[in-house]
C-alpha cells in the first residue's frame, strides 16, 4: 500500500509551482492523516520542516530545490511511491540551547548548529566550559559553534571543523576565526557533553546566539546540549543516505 502524503513547500515560486505538480499527481492527505511529509525546497526549508514536524513524529522526505541540498533528495516527480518504500532513515536528535541575556533566558533547537557570533567589528571574548570545568578560560574570535554531525558539513565545514559521521555519538565545537588561542582548532566532544559559553566584556563586545533559524542577541550565556528526547526521522534515496553523503564530503576537493 503506498504511503499517505503530505506535501509542503518552499514559498518561491518554483516551490509554489511543483507543489501545485505534486499534489495534482498524489493526493495530498494533510499533516495529520499523512505517514510522510515531503519537503520541497532547500536544506533551510528542510530545516524549518524539521521544526515544524517536531510534534508530529512524521518522516520527512525532502526533494531538492536549492542550491546545495546536502539533507535533500534530487527532485523527481516520477515514481514518488516507489522512492519512498526504498527510502533509507536516518534519525537525528537536536541541539537544545538556553541563551540567557541580562533581560531573559530563550530556549530553542538546533539540527544543525548553535552558534556565537560578534555583534560589531569588535572581535569577540568568550569563556567556554564543557560540563562544569574552564576549558578556555578566554577566546578571542569572530565567534564559536557546536554542530551535530548532521550540522558539521554545513557552517561547521566552512569554519573548518571536522565532518562527524552521523552514527558517531560526537559533537564538533569549533571556533570561527580564533585570534587567541590561535592554534586552537576545536575540539570533540561526546554527544552527550553539556557546553557553557559565557560572553566576557559584554557591552563593549556584544554577542548573538544562533540556533538554526532563532537568533538572540546581547546574550550573557549560552548552555548548550543534545536532546535525547527528540529524534525526527529523515529519509534519502536508497544508496544515497546520510551515512554515505557525509562519506562522500570528506573525498572532495
Known amino acids: 500500500m503506498a504511503p499517505k502524503l503530505h506535501f509542503v513547500a518552499t514559498p518561491v515560486p518554483e516551490g509554489q509551482a511543483a507543489l501545485s505538480n505534486l499534489r495534482q499527481q498524489y493526493e495530498d492527505v494533510g499533516p495529520d492523516q499523512a505517514d510522510i511529509i515531503v519537503a520541497l525546497g532547500g536544506d533551510g526549508f528542510m530545516l524549518q520542516t524539521l521544526h515544524a514536524f517536531l510534534d508530529h513524529g512524521k518522516p520527512i522526505y525532502g526533494m ?11 527532485f523527481n516527480e516520477a515514481d514518488l511511491p ?49 560540563d562544569g570545568k574552564v576549558r578556555i578560560s578566554e577566546l578571542i574570535c569572530d565567534g564559536v559553534l557546536v554542530a551535530t554531525p548532521v550540522g558539521s558539513t554545513a557552517y561547521n565545514l566552512s569554519a573548518h571543523g571536522p565532518i562527524l559521521p552521523i552514527d558517531s555519538a560526537l559533537l564538533a565545537l569549533t571556533p570561527i576565526s580564533a585570534f587567541r588561542p590561535r592554534r586552537w582548532r576545536g575540539a570533540l566532544l561526546p554527544h552527550n557533553a553539556r557546553v ?58
Open 196 to 253: 557553557r559559553f559565557e560572553a566576557l566584556e559584554t557591552e563593549k563586545r556584544p554577542v548573538s546566539a544562533v540556533a538554526d533559524g532563532l537568533e538572540v542577541r546581547n546574550i550573557v550565556s549560552v548552555d548548550v546540549a543534545e536532546d535525547r528526547s527528540i529524534g525526527m526521522v529523515m529519509l534519502f534515496d536508497a544508496g544515497r543516505n546520510l551515512d554515505e553523503r557525509i562519506l562522500t564530503e570528506q573525498f572532495i576537493d
Open 64 to 74: 531538492n530545490l536549492g542550491t546545495i541540498g546536502f539533507l535533500m533528495n534530487e
Open 82 to 130: 516507489d522512492r519512498l518504500a526504498k527510502a533509507e532513515q536516518a534519525k537525528v536528535h537536536p541541539l537544545r540551547m538556553r541563551a540567557t541575556t541580562a533581560n531573559e533566558s530563550v530556549n530553542g533547537l538546533a539540527f544543525n548548529e548553535v552558534s556565537l557570533l560578534r555583534q560589531t567589528r569588535q572581535a569577540t571574548k568568550l569563556r567556554i566550559l564543557v
